[in-house]
């Protein structure tokens, strides 16, 4: 039982891996941490702040709404994504 077990575990730290990868690769690609650097800039919980945008970012190829108070409108991708809570996802 556990020798079956071991060639899932590995795949699935494999997938993983690339998932993890890519969003990386994405978020570098379209510019992301500049413009969520700007996005952040007086966010309290600046931490989270990035994270969440450079997430939001990577999803919504690179649009990001310029400024720390910029509407969300800018970008409708950004400004659609939804937490599971229902409430904005992306700062």
Do not use: W
């Not at 494999?14 to 992301?32: A, K, N, P």
């Not at 309290?44 to 994270?51: A, I, K, N, T, Y």
């Not at 999803?59 to 400004?79: Q, S």
């Amino acid at each position: 039982m556990k020798l079956a077990l071991a060639p899932l575990v590995i795949v699935s730290l494999v997938v993983t891996f690339l998932v993890v990868e890519s969003s990386i690769t994405s978020t570098s690609e379209f510019g992301c941490d500049k413009k969520c650097e700007l996005r952040c800039s007086r966010s309290g919980r600046r931490d989270r702040c990035l994270q969440y945008c450079g997430i939001c970012c990577g999803k919504c190829n690179g649009c990001v709404p310029l400024g720390p108070y910029a509407d969300r409108a800018e970008c409708p991708c950004y400004h659609d994504l939804k937490s599971s809570k229902g409430t904005h996802k992306c700062p």
